[in-house]
């Protein structure tokens, strides 16, 4: 098993680019879920998807779009990256949601000049 | 709604030291709590859970202990090593309306001398 894998590991992108951060899991977890982590303030919950088809908002989604067409797969897009995005990104994913203990990525290091 | 505060960081030990970390949490229904380890250039890793009234918690020489009464999860170890260097999470889940969203402490940074 690999677990929860991210790519790309360091990306910089230039404001008004647009990106896509892969997260794949080989765990057939139904839960996934995509965080930021900002210096201070721990990890903040941007999407999370409970199945195939289904995907919701979580604490801060301005900026970001997700889509779930597979158990494996859940990519977070960045239509139009600001500098407010420069931040390290982390996938995650469980069992089944509710309070299964989520397995995280190893995360996507993201700076936007 | 759900928050989870942290003790200040960072904090500095020497090897064999022990440790406290405190958590205290504030949520919206009954929470399950967890504290989660990041090594330097690497992802989370769950360290322990509990998720009832007086559960103890303990992984890799580690404990916390769910205590209601008082809203808190402290993080101890009786003997660090500087392998335990390290930026420690504390966190919580619930029910509901809250269904899978991790509520995260801000993290506090560990290093262990020798």
């Known amino acids: 098993n690999a677990g929860v894998t991210q790519t790309p590991k360091f990306q910089v992108l230039k404001t008004g680019q647009s990106m896509t951060l892969q997260c794949a899991q080989d765990?057939?977890?139904?839960?996934m879920s995509w965080y930021r982590q900002d210096p201070g303030m721990g990890l903040r919950l941007i999407h999370y998807s409970v199945g195939a088809g289904i995907t919701d908002q979580g604490e801060v989604p301005n900026g970001y779009n997700v889509s779930r067409s597979t158990t494996e797969d859940f990519p977070l897009r960045l239509l139009s990256a600001a500098p407010s995005q420069t931040s390290v990104y982390f996938c995650a994913s469980s069992q089944g949601g509710g309070r299964d203990t989520q397995y995280f990525g190893p995360g996507t290091r993201l700076t936007v000049l | 709604g759900n928050s989870v505060t942290q003790m200040e960081g960072p904090v500095t030990l020497s090897e064999e030291a022990f440790l406290t970390i405190n958590c205290t949490y504030t949520a919206t229904g009954y929470p399950s709590l967890f504290w989660y380890v990041q090594y330097p250039g690497e992802g989370l890793q769950l360290l322990l859970k509990?998720?009832?009234?007086?559960d103890k918690g303990s992984n890799k020489g580690f404990e916390a202990t769910y205590r209601k009464e008082t809203t808190s999860f402290h993080l101890e170890k009786g003997s660090v090593q500087v392998s335990d260097s390290a930026v420690y999470f504390c966190?919580?889940?619930?029910?509901?309306?809250?269904?899978?969203?991790?509520?995260f402490g801000q993290g506090t940074i560990l290093t262990v001398h020798p």
């Open positions: 765990m057939n977890h139904e839960y």
């Open positions: 966190a919580l889940i619930t029910g509901g309306t809250s269904y899978g969203k991790l509520t």
């Open positions: 509990a998720t009832k009234a007086d």
